[in-house]
Structure formats: structure tokens, C-alpha cells
């Protein structure tokens, strides 16, 4: 039997405390030194030599996607100075009675050329071709000059304007110019980054705005300060703060591409504004490029849109589609004659329910989805007419000027 010598038990059964403080500094550095042994050991290993790789993110931050957004998109967004001939009036006295009375007075002194009015626009391609709303421009007596973010001046050129759409397309002299990419505003969604860049107030050159898109579809009926209205179809809704002077300016996706043109602000709420999707303008931009001017598809029908409640009302047997009907006067005609649509036999009461298989429904709208099409096109109506559902085809032409 092995003998077991006790006796260097003694201190610390007599000390007690003292011989749980010896233990533990022992404990603290048996540990430390084993994790040497094992650091040691790891040092030693080959993965050990190979260089440690740090991790990258795999996305960036939205902040830094915005500033890049904006930084490609600042030197294509330009400020419109609207320039006019304004009369010059001049305050006078005229002395009256034994007491000098002072009588002030009026006269003209010939006109001086003022600054009346500002807004924004964008270039969509490097020999100056671009885009602004049609109301920055609408003043055929006035001068234009774009004011780019370089502090440089140029010549401004109206080149057109659509009467449907508050759209107007403008030549720059000078270049080559910075572009913008056009992007698919058809893809966008609810809840993403917008950013708007525009002239705010006409005073603050190239502000930007960040936000989100609020809503899809929207339909809005548009004034100016003239009391002019127009009713918008399809906008996009944004809280991307959009003020006066912002007209005509980009409203932008992360990757800096156009998704619309900003166009209007609800007045007396905070943060409404809305964008014409880019979609609904590209047409606009190929057809003067090619012509120089607008020209664009017609059907050549007046027609009311169906809701379920006018449903009700007429009982209709359908709840959507366009409702072909007359105007407000005798001369407004339900189908135009001669027009494709009068060609292809729709007469007034018809339904239109389908344009090339898709359901004329609240984010379809007839007039939009024929102002996508190419005049020469040819498209396929489903309709219901005068009892039955039956398909017919027809060749878009040339609206009339």
C-alpha cells in the first residue's frame, strides 16, 4: 500500500481561507498558461499562416446609395430662369393748390427685361435634348435660359410641347451634355427610396429631397396659378418633399435613373407631392426625336370610365372598362368619324373591356395604354357591343393636330 503523506495539507486545513486564495492564484495561472500553450500551438499550425480575410458587406448603406444617386444625376438637373419683357412704371408728384399738396402719379417708361417665374428640368440626352413640365414653359412671350449645376448659362429652345400630358421637351445649346438614364417606372413599388432634385421655390438650385413612394395609380386633377386645370392619370405619389420651383424636375430611384417627372403638390398637406411616370413619357421622347415634334396614337373615343357605382346607377352589366359616351355638348361626339375607332364599327354605348388581353381596371387606363402604343400599331379591343362580347382590331393613326 502507497502511503499518502497529509502533512502539506495541514496550512491550509488550519487556514482555511488562506488555502482557498493559494489555490485559485495557482488555478488562474495553470489556465493562462495552458491558453499560451494552445495560442502557441495555433501560431505554429499552416492555417495559421495564411492571411485572415476580413469581411466585406455584401450590400452598402441607402445613405451611401443616395449620395451616389445624386452625384451622377446633379450635372444632368438644370434650373429654368424664366426671363420677360415687363412694363417699367414710374411714380411721379404732381403739386397741387397754395400748399403743395403732393398728388403721386404713374407713367410708363418702356419695358426692361425681368426674371417672372422658374422651375426644373433634366437632360436625357448628351446633345441637349431635355425634359421640364409643359406649365414651366407655357409662356410663349418669355425667354428661357437653364442654369446648370456648374454655374454655366444656355440657350433654351422649346422644342414641344403635349397637350395631354403637362409635358414639355427642350433643346439646350451648347454641350456635350451629362444624361440621365431613363428607368422602368413600371416596376417601381410601394414603400422604396425616391429622391427629387429640383429648383425649390425657384430660389434653391438643385435641393434634394428623399422619401418614399407613397402610391401607385393615383388620379388627380392639376391647377396652375392661372386657375388652368388638367386631369392627371396613373401619378406616382411620393412624400419626397416636392415645392414650387421643383416642376419638371427628376424624381429618382437608388441607382440614379428617372422613374418621373415631378409635377404637382397637394396644397395645404405635408408631404403629398406626385411624379408623371417616366412609362408614360418615353413615347413622347422617340417620337421627337425621330420627328421633331409630338405625334402620337389615337382611337377616337370619348368614354367614361366604369366604376361600380356608375354600374349601379345605369345597370350596366360590367363594373370596369370605358363606357364609350358623348360629351358634355351636341358636337362632342361618343366616336369621332373617320377614326380608327369609327373604322373598326364601335359605335356609342359600346364597352371596351380589354385592350390587348388587359382588363381595363383602376391601374389600366384607356387613354394611357394607348398613348404607350406606336401610331401604325395595331391592337386587339375585346368590347361588348350592343348585347354580345366579341373581339375586333385596330390600327392606331396620327392623332389630329
Known sequence: MVKVDKSWFKPFIAGGFGGVIVIGIFSYFASHYLAELKLDAAALSPAAAAPQKTAEPLLLSEESLVTAAVEKADPAVFSIVVTKDVPTIERYYDFFGPFNFQIPRERGRGTEKREVGGGTGFIISTDGLALTNRHVVADTAAAYTALTNDSAKHEVTVVAKDTILDIAILRLKGGPFTAL????????KVGQTAIAIGNALGEFENTVSVGVISGLYRSIVAADDFGETEQLDEVIQTDAAINPGNSGGPLLDLRGRVIGVNVAVAR??????????????????ESVKKN????????????????????????????YGALVARGETVADLAVIPGSPADKAGIVENDIILEIDGVKLADDKNLSSIIRRQAVGERITLKIFHRGETKTVTVRLEAAPE
Open 181 to 188: 438614364a431613363l428607368g422602368d417606372s413600371d416596376k417601381i
Open 268 to 285: 395645404g398637406s405635408e408631404n403629398i407631392g406626385f411624379a408623371l411616370p417616366i412609362n408614360l413619357i418615353k413615347s413622347i421622347i
Open 292 to 319: 421633331n415634334k409630338i405625334i402620337r396614337p389615337y382611337l377616337g373615343i370619348r368614354y367614361t370610365k366604369i366604376t361600380p357605382e356608375l354600374k349601379e346607377k345605369n345597370d350596366l352589366l360590367f363594373d
